[in-house]
């Protein structure tokens, strides 16, 4: 059974920094892509980062120059560093990866149960 775990998440002033931690566990052969999405109330929820296997970011354009993912392959784990966050940065942030489990060929897509971020003074 596998598992994506997300922790770090809070209440913070506009200005401050926030890390998410996306931990996957279970038979776990290898992760392709991870990334990190966002859902505010009413809204789609969106791409803010992703980091592939190799090590390729990308950025949501509202997040570009605050934000930065990166991984750890060793601990099957994903960070979200969020810096300079603003009132809009406000909303239930999401785990995403794509992996093989021992045994199987093809990767699926798994998800986290989300971590809220607030910003608010």
């Known amino acids: 059974q596998v598992q994506l775990v997300e922790s770090g998440g809070g209440l913070v002033q506009p200005g401050g920094s926030l890390r998410l931690s996306c931990a996957a566990s279970g038979n776990i052969d290898r992760i392709g892509t991870m990334g990190w999405y966002r859902q505010a109330p009413g809204m789609q929820r969106e791409l803010v980062a992703s980091?592939?296997?190799?090590?390729?970011?990308t950025y949501a354009d509202s997040v570009k120059g605050r934000f930065t993912i990166s991984r750890d392959n060793a601990k099957n784990t994903a960070y979200l560093q969020m810096n300079s966050l603003k009132p809009e940065d406000t909303a239930v942030y999401y785990c995403?990866?794509?992996?093989?489990?021992?045994?199987?060929?093809?990767?699926?897509?798994?998800w986290g149960q989300g971590t809220q971020v607030t910003v608010s003074s």
């Open positions: 980091i592939s296997g190799g090590g390729y970011t």
């Open positions: 995403n990866a794509d992996l093989r489990t021992a045994g199987w060929v093809s990767y699926n897509n798994y």
